[in-house]
């Protein structure tokens, strides 16, 4: 099954992404785990991108539809996969169209997560991430039990550079613009899924488990 994972950022897409992933036994593509990555490594496209994430603004088009597709031709998408934000602009979401069709492939299923927006601010805020394994926490609802410290491999916890208020912000008004009307989009194709992402981790999970 080829599904997308589509909502605010911080609307819970990576952590229900893993219960999506090892459901199906389908990979998680995270465009920003990807860009991260590329800026970890301090390569090419992470020197084009580092400047445009740490602003909270959005890749150009060509260059996430060309890692997407680079992406979307290896071996373990042969029977599926679960995109995690992406897309995220109309070019975006009709160049995945037409990408999937070269292949004869088409999307699915769209679950879209639905939070209001001062949960979402509050679960930014409040996220803190694995240096080492990367692991996700939030300090009010899945605290580690040490202070800054990871449950399960002791590595330190970091706050990302984009979760600090006045870049959640924009981030927010860049979803309302160009993402939002993605809702519109996939609603008129006929395979979005709305859930209501307010509740606890495991509600939510359940809720998509029904769909899947
Ligand atoms: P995320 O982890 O999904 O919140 O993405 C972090 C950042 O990576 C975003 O704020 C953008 O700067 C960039 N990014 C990730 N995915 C995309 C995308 N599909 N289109 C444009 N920019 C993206």
Known sequence: ???????????????????????KSIPIISTGDMFRDAVASKSELGKKVSSIMSKGALVPDNIVLKLIEERLTKDDCKNGFLL????????????????????GKKIDKVI???????NIISRLSTRRICKNCGKKY????????K???????????FQREDDTPVTIKHRLSVYYIETQP?????KNQNILQAVDGNKSVKEISDAIAVLL
Do not use: H, W
């Not at 992406?86 to 995945?96: D, E, H, I």
């Open 1 to 23: 099954m080829n599904i997308i994972l589509f909502g605010a950022p911080g609307a819970g897409k990576g952590t229900q992404s893993e219960f999506v992933s090892k459901s």
């Open 138 to 145: 939030n300090l009010d609802t899945m605290p580690p039990k």
């Open 182 to 186: 993605l809702i519109e989009y996939y």
């Open 147 to 157: 202070k800054d410290v990871c449950d399960d491999c002791g590595g330190e916890l």
């Open 84 to 103: 995690d934000g992406f897309p995220r602009t109309l070019p975006q979401a009709k160049g995945l169209n037409e990408l999937l069709a070269r292949f």
């Open 112 to 118: 879209s997560l639905e939070v209001t927006e001062e």
